[in-house]
C-alpha cells in the first residue's frame, strides 16, 4: 500500500505560479511512477504530467511549456511547478502513483485561478 498527501494549492491570479508537493509514504520502494491528474467541475479526470522512476516526463499538451514535474527520491516526494496559470487549469490536482499491480491517489489539492 502507498499513502500520497498533495498540498500547495491555493488561489492565484492568472499568469501567476503554483507549486503542488506530493509526498509518498508506506511502500514507496515499489513505486514505478508518479504523477498528477486534475479534474474541473462537470469534467472527466484527466492526466496533467507523469514521471517514471527513471525521471522520464510526459505531459497533456495543454500545460506543455508551463508546467514542470519532478521528483525527488530520496524524499519519495512529487512536484509540480506550475507557471502562466490560467484560468482553465482550475481543478482539484490529484496525485497518482503506480506499482506493478496498483494504482494510488491522494485526496487532491484545489487550484484556483481568477482572471
Known amino acids: 500500500q502507498v499513502q500520497l498527501v498533495e498540498s500547495g494549492g491555493g488561489l492565484v491570479q492568472a499568469g501567476g505560479s503554483l507549486r503542488l508537493s506530493c509526498v509518498a509514504s508506506?511502500?514507496?520502494?515499489?513505486?514505478?511512477?508518479m504523477g498528477w491528474y486534475r479534474q474541473a467541475p462537470g469534467k472527466q479526470r484527466e492526466l496533467v504530467a507523469v514521471i517514471s522512476s527513471l525521471g522520464s516526463t510526459r505531459y497533456a499538451d495543454s500545460v506543455k511549456g508551463r508546467f514542470t514535474i519532478s521528483r525527488v527520491s530520496a524524499k519519495n516526494t512529487v512536484y509540480l511547478q506550475m507557471n502562466s496559470l490560467e484560468p482553465e487549469d482550475t481543478a482539484v490536482y490529484y496525485c497518482?502513483?503506480?506499482?506493478?499491480?496498483?494504482?494510488?491517489w491522494g485526496q487532491g489539492t484545489q487550484v484556483t485561478v481568477s482572471s
Open positions: 508506506g511502500s514507496v520502494f515499489s513505486i514505478n511512477s
Open positions: 497518482h502513483s503506480r506499482d506493478d499491480n496498483y494504482g494510488y
